[in-house]
């Protein structure tokens, strides 16, 4: 189980640096999304144009759509609510009042 969890850390680490390093000619800001493209040179970038904002003119792929995070990870958009969902439970758990301390769980999932 540990093994598997540093190597799920590890794929989102290596994705998350990709993404990084993707070319951008504007300042990202957390807590917005970002469109991941890639040019026919095969040079990915991000724009803040979704797909159906294009007018097609360019050739490009659309390679999926993020949301930068707080602490400048990315979310893929359909992990967004997922997510959230994660970060509220812990805030609640933080706000308890009851004075007993929680174990906090990030690999529940929402099935």
Aim: a negative charge; charged letters at 25%; hydrophobic letters at 30%.
């Amino acid at each position: 189980m540990l093994q598997a969890q540093a190597m799920k850390i590890l794929q989102e680490s290596n994705e998350s640096q990709a993404l990084h390093n993707a070319a951008c000619n504007f300042a990202k800001k957390p807590g917005h999304i970002y469109h991941l493209y890639q040019r026919s040179s095969g040079q990915d970038y991000f724009s803040m144009l979704s797909p159906e904002e294009w007018n097609y003119s360019v050739e490009q792929t659309y390679k999926g759509s993020y949301r930068l995070e707080f602490d400048l990870s990315w979310t893929p958009v359909d992990k967004i609510r997922e997510r959230d969902d994660k970060l509220k439970w812990v805030e609640q758990c933080m706000k308890s009042e009851s004075g007993t301390k929680a174990a906090i769980d990030f690999n529940m999932t929402n099935n």
